[in-house]
T-cell receptor, first 112, second 114 residues
């Protein structure tokens, strides 16, 4: 079945460091791909998404590119801030079904 | 005001008790979902409803039941709570008419079963 695999955390970085969180997926068809973020004590919020191969999603300085050849959707940010500390979830939606399949989540901690 | 609300936000209950978690939304979305979040496992789908008369089991529905009282309300029940149902529970909504797949989440209910 469809699945999402994320790099294990926690990821600990200093402020202004470069961030990469790896995400790979297994799916039949052409899923949409998402990154959601969960700040402490809150629900999940959509961070960015891509709906077809080679699309790049971006928001708040974060980017991810839908790579069908490597079945990947890695999250990147050039310069992280303390306020980016959160749990990040990669997810896919199988085409046409409007359901989400989540990865395990990666906790990011950014220190001043 | 939040578009998706959940009550209660925190609940401690004993093994064997019946408990209901409630979700309300003001987004006007037809589709609603219940997930549970466990450390290291991400979110797993318990039940989902595409409209008031359409309710479907998700990945982990055993031990749970749901009720879709109206377009805006979707409740999750644990008929006889057990300790391994201790988790963070999220409600979510979506609207397929937008052509987008994203879901909108409530703030979560932290449930502890002792």
């Amino acid at each position: 079945g469809d699945s999402v695999t994320q790099m294990e955390g926690p990821v600990t970085l200093s402020e202004e460091a470069f961030l990469t969180i790896n995400c790979t997926y297994t799916a039949t068809g052409y899923p949409s791909l998402f990154w959601y973020v969960q700040y402490p004590g809150e629900g999940l919020q959509l961070l960015l998404k891509a709906t077809k191969a080679d699309d790049k999603g971006s928001n708040k300085g974060f980017e991810a590119t839908y790579r069908k050849e490597t079945t990947s959707f890695h999250l990147e940010k050039g310069s992280v801030q303390v306020s980016d500390s959160a749990v990040y979830f990669c997810a896919l939606s199988p085409g046409g079904y409007n359901k989400l399949i989540f990865g395990a989540g990666t906790r990011l901690a950014v220190h001043p | 005001d939040a578009d998706v609300t959940q009550t209660p936000r925190n609940r401690i209950t004993k093994t064997g008790k019946r408990i209901m978690l409630e979700c309300s939304q003001t987004k006007g979305h037809d589709r609603m979902y219940w997930y549970r979040q466990d450390p290291g496992l991400g979110l797993r789908l318990i039940y989902y409803s595409f409209d008031v008369k359409d309710i479907n089991k998700g990945e982990i529905s055993d031990g749970y039941s749901v009720s879709r009282q109206a377009q805006a309300k979707f409740s999750l029940s644990l008929e006889s709570a057990i300790p391994n149902q201790t988790a963070l529970y999220f409600c979510a909504t979506s609207d397929p008419r937008t052509g987008r797949d994203e879901q909108y989440f409530g703030p979560g209910t932290r449930l502890t079963v002792t």
